[in-house]
């Protein structure tokens, strides 16, 4: 029997694809157009979903390079929770109604569930200490990109100098060549993180600059912090709950910490924000932008 012993669980489903028996390879379709199940279910559950026996199953994660069903659950299991859209589709469907409710109940449990653990006072040193920062930079990629610049927006109408990373076209070190003792870095670390990312946050680390961390990862089990975070050391660590029904990521608590962060600091800001509030708006109507 050939076996597939190294890559990613997926990667070795792939791979063993033209030597799989016909059985074997309706098993493997079946993982393929479902992979999260394999993160839930017993071998006997799969079988059954697959039509297969459960000596197919035995013999198919063996060929993977799996030495049992276990093992390989687990494989399946540390991919879903890294992040992966794909791993988490589901092979039941609910309804489109049932579906919606389940999401709305999720966002509101998450954005419940994760302030219960960050403190206003925290907002609140966080935010003063942007308001009195020379520069405020916020980074993040892939979807924690889009709450960067969310964020970015918003308190730029009271902060004057905010930068997002990182910029369309440009790598990062010109920027972090930038930051300094008087600066404020905001980093978004949401699932999946990039492979770059421990790296980023060991320079993060080593600058002057104080750092906050917004993140819905959580330290594995034995562990005190992602290994991301211990490097980073941030001052401020807001972490988030991001759980969702679906196969996408619910992050209403993302969006709701980013708000109230923006609130408050234009709360906080006193007169001189919002004399820059009036000057902006003095702009908006001298340039007839609205």
Request: aromatic content about 6%.
């Amino acid at each position: 029997m050939t076996q597939t012993g190294s890559g990613s669980y997926i990667a070795r489903i792939r791979a063993a694809l033209p030597s799989l028996h016909p059985s074997e390879r309706r098993l493997a379709d079946t993982i393929l157009s479902f992979p999260g199940e394999i993160a839930s279910y017993s071998a006997t559950e799969l079988a059954q979903l697959a039509t297969v026996s459960n000596a197919t199953v035995t013999r198919f994660v063996r060929r993977l390079g799996y030495e049992n069903f276990d093992q390989a659950r687990q494989a399946a299991r540390a991919t879903q929770q890294a992040g992966a859209a794909v791993f988490r589709v589901s092979a039941h469907d609910q309804g489109p109604e049932a579906a919606l409710m389940a999401q709305i109940a999720q966002g509101r449990q998450n954005v419940e569930n994760s302030f219960t653990a960050i403190a206003l006072a925290e907002i609140d040193d966080l935010a003063d200490t942007m308001l009195q920062a020379r520069r405020v930079w916020i980074i993040g990629f892939r979807t924690a990109q889009a709450f960067a610049i969310y964020l970015g927006a918003q308190i730029g109408q009271i902060v004057q100098n905010v930068s997002v990373l990182p910029q369309a076209g440009q790598t990062l070190a010109e920027s972090l060549a930038s930051i300094g003792a008087e600066d404020v870095v905001i980093v978004f670390a949401l699932r999946r993180i990039i492979r770059p990312f421990p790296a980023l946050c060991r320079e993060l680390g080593a600058s002057p600059a104080r750092v906050a961390l917004i993140t819905d990862v959580t330290p594995e089990p034995g562990t005190d912090a992602p290994m991301f975070e211990t490097v980073l050391g941030p001052t401020w660590r807001l972490r988030v709950q991001t759980a969702a029904p679906g196969p996408l990521f619910n992050h209403a608590a993302v969006l709701t910490l980013s708000h109230i962060l923006a609130t408050r600091i234009l709360e906080r800001s006193g007169m001189p924000g919002r004399k820059r509030l009036l000057a902006i708006e003095a702009l908006h109507d001298s340039l007839d932008e609205l």
